[in-house]
């Protein structure tokens, strides 16, 4: 694997958990370079959540480029080659993916849906900033990872067991 490292996280819908987790990703990398990351779902809504944008926004975390998009533009001969693949809703993960060319490293990272949180607008923001937080968690151990030191097998029991905490 070269650097940097394409990361691909998918959703059903990508208006949230997906979209929070390429936010973060690409804010993470930023200055390390080490990791570029996409989001995608398998049914997309169409727009990114309003919360998810307004917490991104609260904190500091750039919403340029971040839109609804269908899974499907990362399975064509001119997108880009993930390395890896993480599903962050079990909806998606129980999905039939495209097939990814690249043979990208895959997990499964499930968070609870914050845009199915019914209720007051606080209950709601404090869904989405408690999946904001888990993704942070799971994101910054991800990126922790010393890649170069560890064999394919190794790195996918680490990306794996990353997702049950």
């Known amino acids: 694997m070269q650097h940097p490292y394409n990361v691909l996280f998918l959703c059903t819908g990508n208006s949230a958990r997906s979209i929070l987790a390429e936010a973060l990703m690409n804010h993470l990398a930023i200055s390390a370079g080490k990791f570029r990351a996409f989001s995608a779902g398998s049914h997309p809504k169409g727009e990114v959540h ?14 340029e480029g971040l839109r609804s998009k269908s899974w499907d533009e990362f399975a064509t001969p001119d997108a880009p080659v993930m390395d890896f693949v993480f599903t962050v809703c079990d ?3 129980g999905e039939q993916c495209p097939f990814w060319p690249g043979q990208p490293m895959t997990a499964h990272w499930g968070v609870p849906d914050p845009a199915a949180v019914e ?3 606080e209950a709601q923001r404090k869904a989405f900033s408690d999946a904001l937080m888990v993704l942070r968690r799971r994101i910054e151990l991800f990126a ?3 890649m170069d030191k560890l064999d394919r097998l190794a790195l996918q029991q680490q990306v794996s067991d990353i997702g049950k905490q």
Do not use: I
């Open 50 to 63: 309003p919360l998810a944008l307004e917490l991104l926004s609260r904190s500091r975390l750039s919403t």
């Open 91 to 93: 909806q998606a993960a």
């Open 119 to 121: 209720g007051s607008e």
């Open 144 to 146: 922790s990872l010393p």
